[in-house]
């Protein structure tokens, strides 16, 4: 079955960093552009990175410039977050998410169940 799979997510300290990955499985995912959002205790979803298909092209939410930096392995059909300069308001269960560009000029199609995030002060 087609799958992405979120993983690296952990408790660490402020100013602390982590590396989230997004492993894809059941088809390839290197003509799709990718995204990772983010979700914390009765807040809405809000986006905080994505990249387009080849990689060449990247976006951050201002919340997150400077901090973090998305990347993909088309190869290894998997994408990773790097956070950096971890904040408390970073806590957060992260998705990342997959738009085919087969449905529209942006759907997200395909989700993660997510990876939990949390930074202590």
């Known amino acids: 079955q087609v799958q992405l799979v979120e993983s690296g997510g952990g408790l660490v300290q402020a100013g602390g960093s982590l590396r989230l990955s997004c492993a894809a499985s059941?088809?390839?995912?290197?003509?799709?552009?990718m995204a990772w959002f983010r979700q914390a205790p009765g807040k809405e979803r809000e986006f905080v990175s994505a990249?387009?298909?080849?990689?060449?092209?990247?976006s951050y939410a201002d919340s997150v410039k400077g901090r973090f930096t998305i990347s993909r392995y088309n190869a290894k059909n998997i994408m990773y977050l790097q956070m950096n300069s971890l904040k408390p308001e970073d806590t957060a269960v992260y998705y990342c998410a997959a738009d085919s560009r087969l449905t529209g000029p942006r759907n997200w199609d395909y989700w993660g169940q997510g990876t939990q995030v949390t930074v202590s002060s």
């Open positions: 990249i387009n298909w080849s990689g060449g092209s990247t």
């Open positions: 059941g088809r390839t995912f290197s003509n799709d552009d």
